[in-house]
């Protein structure tokens, strides 16, 4: 019987040595879990304050844009305006430089498609309305080759009936 105790009692200290790993496991897991969602939680937050920030330089540079583009650079008649261009685009910042550079060379590319497709269109009229005038001259040829023989026959007839008639 005492062997049964003995082997009873190294079971249940077996069973607590288990339950003991298994509860240090546990805590474990729960430690991992609350370094994971700290972690998260810190991303998640620093991506809100990135996005915040990002709204609010979009905003400030979309106003700038707006009065970019509403001012008018003064080009006046005296021939002063590279000056006052020049002082305009030294107060200006770089980023900002850049910025207005980047869409004048959009807006030239634009509009020399534009002026492309304009020459093109011009082209393809004039040649249209040269083979246009041509046609109209070679019926113009036609008609009078042909009503050229009716109308000598016609005055030909006219000049027999006034001379018959006399």
Request: aromatic share 2%; with cysteine; hydrophobic share 35%.
């Amino acid at each position: 019987m005492t062997q049964d105790v003995r082997q009873w009692l190294a079971e249940i200290k077996n069973l607590q040595q288990k339950l003991d790993a298994a509860h240090r496991e546990r805590d474990e897991a729960y430690g991992s879990a609350a370094n994971w969602r700290s972690l998260y939680e810190t991303e998640a937050q620093q991506r809100r304050n990135d996005a915040a920030v990002a709204q609010q330089q979009l905003q400030a540079l979309t106003i700038e844009l707006a009065r970019l583009q509403s001012e008018k650079l003064p080009i006046s008649a005296t021939g002063d305006a590279p000056d006052k261009l020049q002082q305009q685009v030294a107060a200006l910042p770089p980023d900002e430089l850049q910025t207005m550079l980047v869409q004048t060379l959009v807006e030239c590319d634009r509009l020399a498609q534009d002026l492309v497709a304009e020459q093109e269109e011009h082209t393809k009229t004039r040649q249209e309305l040269t083979a246009a005038l041509g046609d109209t001259i070679e019926q113009l040829s036609r008609a009078r080759t042909l009503k050229t023989p009716e109308t000598s026959i016609i005055r030909a007839e006219e000049s027999g009936e006034e001379s018959n008639g006399h």
